[in-house]
Every structure is written in structure tokens, then in C-alpha cells.
């Protein structure tokens, strides 16, 4: 049974940083790609990033290009998505996916998700 659970989330002000992981198990982590989606409140769900089962490759959403960086540790079984120059509109819930095809990650199609962590952003 896949499980992924993400942490980190939480309160912080414009400008700052956060840093979310997800922790996953029931799968070889290290087959599977990785990525990241959010969500706020009455927007459809919105693709951040995603990173490879290698890790040579990173894709990002238009709204994480040169802010956020997506990371992975094989050895550890979490991926993690470092977030800098937060900004309001960076509030929702983001939630941590997996799938062994990068590219039905970016699409918003893959099998598996977590629960999701909230990030507020105060102004």
C-alpha cells in the first residue's frame, strides 16, 4: 500500500521560506518520479513541480520557476520542495504525488497522492 506524507507546511511571512517533504512508502522509491501539486481555495488544483526518478531532471509550474527547488533522496524514500520568496498567493494546500511516468505527474494524472500540508502566506 503506497502511502505518502508530506510535513512542513505551516505560517510564514511574504518573503520568507518554507520547506516541505514527503515521506513515502510502499513502493520502490526510487522507480518512481516525484512531484508536487497545490491547491487553494474555490482554484483548480495547480502543478508545482516534479523531479525524476533519477533526479537529473526537474520540472516547474510557472508560478515555482526560480523560486521553489524540488529535491529527492533515494536513500531516504522522501522528496522535498524547498520554497523561497513566498509570496500570498502561494497559499493552499500542497499535496505530494508519485508515479512511475514524470510526464503523467506534470499532467496532473498520476496514481498516487498524499493528504496534503497547508501554507498560509501573510502579507
Known amino acids: 500500500q503506497v502511502q505518502l506524507v508530506e510535513s512542513g507546511g505551516g505560517l510564514v511571512q511574504a518573503g520568507g521560506s518554507l520547506r516541505l517533504s514527503c515521506a513515502a512508502s510502499?513502493?520502490?522509491?526510487?522507480?518512481?518520479?516525484m512531484g508536487w501539486f497545490r491547491q487553494a481555495p474555490g482554484k483548480e488544483r495547480e502543478f508545482v513541480a516534479a523531479?525524476?526518478?533519477?533526479?537529473?531532471?526537474?520540472t516547474y509550474g510557472d508560478s515555482a520557476k526560480g523560486r521553489f527547488t524540488i529535491s529527492r533522496d533515494n536513500a531516504k524514500n522522501t522528496v522535498s520542495l524547498q520554497m523561497n520568496s513566498l509570496k500570498p498567493e502561494d497559499t493552499a494546500v500542497y499535496s505530494c504525488?508519485?508515479?512511475?511516468?514524470?510526464?503523467?505527474?506534470?499532467?496532473?494524472?498520476?496514481?498516487?497522492w498524499g493528504q496534503g500540508t497547508q501554507v498560509t502566506v501573510s502579507s
Open positions: 504525488t508519485v508515479d512511475q511516468l514524470i510526464i503523467r505527474i506534470e499532467g496532473g494524472t498520476s496514481t498516487y
Open positions: 523531479i525524476s526518478w533519477t533526479g537529473d531532471r526537474a
Open positions: 510502499g513502493l520502490t522509491f526510487s522507480s518512481y518520479a
